[in-house]
């Protein structure tokens, strides 16, 4: 956005309390052919006059000059129009050079001029007086002269009454008017040395009565000075007493409720064709909290009557602060807008008190700021019209005491930001495993984009996110990676400005890594009488054994061995798992344990008769698995099934040993038989009752035909 220029002299604003006791008469340059009291508004029109212009009143931009050229505020943006009421408007004028002639006052001398509309209601009127405070310059010389004018815009051609101040009451044609010259003050008239400083300002109020009154003030370098006041005496309990930007109406006379810094020809409405010329302007408004550039302007007034030729306007900047400038240099330009709501930062801070001061400058700057000018603020926030870059925002108490600090990134259009006390809590110690990574967390009070910078031994590796915007309050994830133990010191710096940042040490102890593991078991049948125990043989040699609960989580070394209890009881009964036991320890992991009661069980068989046949096999349940065994002593699942073989081993199609009872339940230790019975398989042909065992029971049979199950006497 335009060029960059050097802030060489910054504002500083310093109201005075006692108003000096000023003379009534004025000697203006007398030896010029121009009206040294009077700058005439320009013709209004009555057409417009008091029209209300629902989207905007109409401005005369792509027009040529001559016209007041600098800077102005019309309430008109690209978003529509708005309306700006304040108590205050101040203009900034820095003056580097300039040449200009007027032919028509064959003079040398130019106007700055800050004008603005005072709008008050009474009696159910509104009324609308047009405030001048001007500078007369003096382009060859360098002579300057204060004057004010107050010209009526209520209607079209309306006179001015009933004012009281240092000046008097004058007639234009047919109008009247008010005017005073600033003679023999501090700075008025003297001659300036260039480069200088020219400030304007106008605030408005209303005293006990209610009337409204105007004051008019100058700075050239000889401090603020309040030359003019004047009280409107015919009005008693004014309401809505305040400077009106509108850019949704005309004046009474048809002209604009705008404000607008410009460079004019001589007083008396006359024209001056620029020669050379570098000046800059910022205008400003006192927003209920601090002074605000406009943040919609435009390179031409509209308002006064004096105008300029060959002036070419456009915008420029600090590049310290980012204040908006409009740069006057000799060349041709048309009416348009030098930067608008859209291409501007409108920043709003909240500063958490309610007054004192703050700085907001160009943050590539550092800290501490290339300045210190030290800008007011009042009733709780701040809103400020720059241009968009990154701004390093520093608050100050009544006391000037550093009391909140934020970062603001570049940003068009409105961005909003709170400030805080700027403060990093880092933990100053943290115990981590070789090998193993560590997250810690860095607790952060800003406002904006942070930087953080980590410095940290080659045996330790991180990992953390740079830059981070916190709003507020904010914590950083910094995670270590150490590959080596012993103790160590890692800096942590985190900046928000250059040059504002905090470097917290950070102790960090890398130990053997340890391993979380995980021991659990669980019962099948009746609870344990007493708790596995669970053996550890560390990697310095130390052993400890210390009871298992049903889930227990340790922190171990690699290579410790562990040996848990496989079996507890005795004698017949025991509880027993079948899982490993035992191992060492290499990384995180869980072990579980399933222990089951069991029956110590003898598996025993008897046979009732013969000879040739083989050992029954017997399945049962062991450790939840269905085992095979032949007779003998085993551990069983207590309460599980077994099965013995139906028949033995030998039997055939003619003779078999068979068991009817051949399956059942553990219920308890002990022996468990079965009983097999040698049976025939025999062909019975009688024609009485046969009487024989059959299957192990008493039949009697009387039949022709084959038997099976003929047991043998």
Request: glycine share 8%; with cysteine; hydrophobic share 35%.
């Amino acid at each position: 956005m335009g060029q960059k220029l050097l802030l060489s002299l910054l504002l500083s604003l310093l109201i005075l309390s006692v108003m000096p006791n000023l003379p009534n008469a004025y000697n203006a340059v007398t030896k010029n052919s121009f009206h040294p009291l009077v700058d005439v508004p320009a013709k209004g029109n009555l057409a417009l006059a008091n029209k209300f212009q629902p989207n905007g009143v109409t401005l005369p931009l792509g027009e040529n000059e001559p016209a007041p050229m600098g800077i102005a505020d019309y309430g008109i943006g690209p978003n529509g129009p708005y309306i700006i009421r304040t108590n205050e408007f101040l203009g900034h004028i820095y003056l580097k050079r300039l040449l200009a002639y007027s032919s028509q006052a064959n003079s040398y001398w130019v106007t700055f001029q800050l004008n603005v509309v005072l709008s008050y209601q009474y009696n159910g009127n509104t009324y609308s007086l047009w405030l001048q405070d001007v500078a007369v310059y003096n382009t060859i010389n360098h002579s300057i002269i204060f004057i004010d004018n107050i010209w009526n815009f209520t209607s079209y051609n309306a006179n001015v009454t009933c004012l009281k101040g240092n000046g008097h009451i004058y007639s234009w044609g047919s109008t009247t008017y008010y005017a005073y010259a600033a003679c023999n003050y501090p700075g008025s008239p003297t001659t300036l040395s260039l480069p200088a400083t020219i400030c304007l300002l106008i605030n408005v109020s209303t005293n006990v009565a209610g009337q409204p009154v105007i004051q008019f003030w100058y700075d050239d370098g000889y401090g603020w000075i309040n030359y003019d006041t004047v009280v409107v005496t015919n009005v008693y309990d004014a309401s809505n007493v305040y400077i009106l930007v509108d850019g949704y109406q005309y004046t009474g006379n048809g002209l604009y409720y705008d404000a607008e810094l410009v460079l004019a020809g001589p007083p008396g409405g006359y024209c001056a064709y620029v020669y050379n010329s570098s000046v800059y302007m910022m205008l400003m408004y006192f927003n209920g909290h601090n002074l605000q550039e406009v943040t919609n302007a435009y390179n031409f007034g509209s308002d006064t009557g004096e105008t300029v030729n060959n002036v070419k306007v456009s915008c420029y900047y600090y590049i310290y602060c980012g204040l908006l400038l409009a740069g006057l240099h000799a060349g041709y330009d048309t009416l348009h807008g030098l930067w608008n709501q859209n291409t501007v930062m409108t920043l709003q801070i909240n500063p958490g008190i309610s007054q004192g001061y703050f700085i907001v400058y160009n943050k590539s700057y550092g800290y501490p700021p290339p300045y210190n000018n030290f800008m007011p603020f009042t009733n709780g926030y701040i809103n400020l019209t720059l241009v968009p870059m990154d701004y390093a925002v520093l608050i100050y108490n009544s006391q000037y005491q550093l009391v909140g600090e934020a970062e603001v990134p570049a940003t068009y259009g409105f961005i909003s930001t709170g400030v805080t006390q700027f403060e990093v809590f880092a933990p100053p110690s943290v115990t981590m495993q070789e090998g193993i990574q560590k997250t810690i967390y860095i607790t952060i009070d800003a406002y904006g984009d942070v930087n953080i910078y980590v410095r940290a031994p080659p045996s330790i590796t991180y990992v953390v996110q740079s830059p981070v915007y916190i709003y507020g309050v904010g914590t950083v994830a910094l995670t270590l990676n150490a590959s080596s133990m012993g103790l160590y010191t890692i800096c942590v710096t985190v900046c928000l400005i250059p040059g504002l940042y905090q470097t917290d040490t950070i102790s960090v102890c890398v130990r053997q890594p340890l391993y979380y593991v995980t021991f659990s078991y669980n019962v099948i049948g009746q609870q344990l009488p007493q708790s596995p125990s669970i053996t550890f043989e560390f990697p310095n040699g130390t052993i400890t054994t210390i009871p298992l609960t049903s889930s227990l989580t340790l922190l171990l070394p690699p290579g410790t061995i562990y040996n848990v209890q496989g079996i507890i009881g005795s004698g017949e009964i025991r509880w027993a798992t079948e899982n490993t036991t035992s191992g060492v320890i290499y990384c995180s992991k869980t072990l579980y344990f399933i222990y089951y009661e069991q029956y110590l069980v003898t598996f025993t068989y008897k046979v009732q008769g013969g000879t040739g046949y083989g050992e029954p096999t017997i399945q049962y349940v062991s450790f939840g698995n269905i085992e095979t065994t032949y007779p003998g002593t085993v551990w069983a699942d207590a309460d599980s099934h077994y099965v013995y073989s139906q028949t033995l081993p030998g039997s055939n199609s003619q003779e078999r040993w068979i068991a009817n009872s051949y399956s059942g339940v553990v219920t308890s230790p002990g022996t468990i038989c079965v009983y097999y019975y040698n049976q025939y398989y025999v062909t019975v042909n009688s024609p009485i009752n046969v009487y024989a065992l059959v299957n192990g029971v008493n039949t009697r049979s009387r039949l022709v035909g084959t038997v099976r199950g003929l047991r043998c006497r």
